[in-house]
């Protein structure tokens, strides 16, 4: 189908201001239907680092050492876990989230971007007195991305003490975590043993052991989503589905992203599997689909939808958000989903058996069309030349 070391000191909250409360107010809830008074507070939980993002995009090829390159179009966002947050809080989810922020301008910009801009709850986040905030270049040529990154730690102190910290995490419907091998985080256990369902990826491993032994926070998840040769290295496996099989053995639900192809999960509580092709489009910067994927898997996991529904949905939601520069402001929202399944359906020679797939839309979006059309303006916001202009005289 087409279509320098950082200072130590505590940390402090942020007022929450009254444009953010409104945002939260007038989310679609795609979850709507299944809530109940005794329900937690919060649909997802997340912890990471926040990064500021600064995305160059129109390169014809990747830069060459002693030369300097001119990008046709430059972007800057909130980045690293802000992506999947705000890939979360677009598709209406109660989104929780416990980061240090930076107390320059940079920091400013991106807490207001995601409490203000997006309703994502920061209650567990801290502003860091004299931590600066930790940036990403990104270069998006050729369908890839190269990244250069600046950053320190956070001070502990900062982030350890508070209700919902990563010592502390709060109860959630749902949580996404990132493993990394031979690094447990206390967390993880934690909020499983208050009910929470984790959602785990994993990066590369640089030690290169591939080692599934080395990620024992894995027994505490529901479902892990590696990308198809992070998934054949730790099983050894020499197909990216045989591996999705074979770590069945050590989580109850394993989906692996297969790039071009798709993605292809199975669920050894009942024993289905599913795959579903990607949507082909033309990619102008990559940068957070992966987290993009995770939120609409998530999504579609919390409303107990079909297992290739979910598949289906995370791999349409990517594919939009690929079509944008920047992380995480390229994250569509219901009404960029609804518009997509509008204009598709008007190609005359689009592939019937094609839009069978997608067909579960129709059910879904009548009911929270309305809602999404009056809440959120379409186009979403996107990412922008500069954090912002210097106020006149």
Known sequence: MTASNA??????????????????????????????????????????????????????????????????????????????????????LRTSLAAAFGDDHYGEYCWDALEQGEGIDLSASRSVPGWHSPVTVSMAYEGERTMVSHGHEPPVEAML??????????????????????????????????????????GWDDTGAWDLAGLTDLAHCEAFLPNAEEA?????ATCP???????????????????????????RRTGESAEVPAIAVEALDPTGAGDVFVAGFVTGTLADWPLADRLAFAGLTAALSVQEFGGSLSAPGWSEIAAWWRRVQSVESQDPEALLR?????????????????????????????IGFGRSA
């Open 232 to 236: 054949m290295r730790y099983t050894g």
């Open 7 to 92: 200072s130590t000191g505590e940390g402090h909250h942020r007022q929450t201001g009254k444009a953010g409360q409104i945002c939260r107010a007038a989310r679609v809830d795609p979850l709507a239907a299944r809530r109940a008074p005794d329900d937690p507070p919060w649909d997802v939980y997340l912890t990471g680092t926040v990064f500021l993002d600064i995305i160059f995009t129109g390169l014809d090829s990747a830069p060459v050492r002693g030369t300097e390159s001119w990008a046709r179009g430059m972007g800057s966002s909130p980045g690293g876990v802000a992506n999947m947050a705000t890939a979360l809080a677009r598709l209406g």
């Open 358 to 386: 997608y067909a579960f839309l129709d059910g879904l979006l009548p009911t929270l069309l309305p809602a999404a059309e009056e809440a959120t303006p379409w186009p979403l916001r996107r990412a922008v030349p500069t």
């Open 161 to 202: 003490t508070q209700e919902g910290s990563p010592e502390h995490p709060p109860h959630a419907r749902a949580a996404v975590a990132s493993l990394t091998p031979g690094k447990p985080a206390p967390w993880i256990e934690r909020a499983a043993g208050r009910g929470t369902r984790i959602f785990a990826d994993v």
């Open 241 to 267: 589905r045989a591996a999705a099989h074979a770590l069945t053995e050590h989580v109850p639900l394993a989906v692996v992203t297969l790039g071009a192809e798709g993605a292809y999960a199975v669920d």
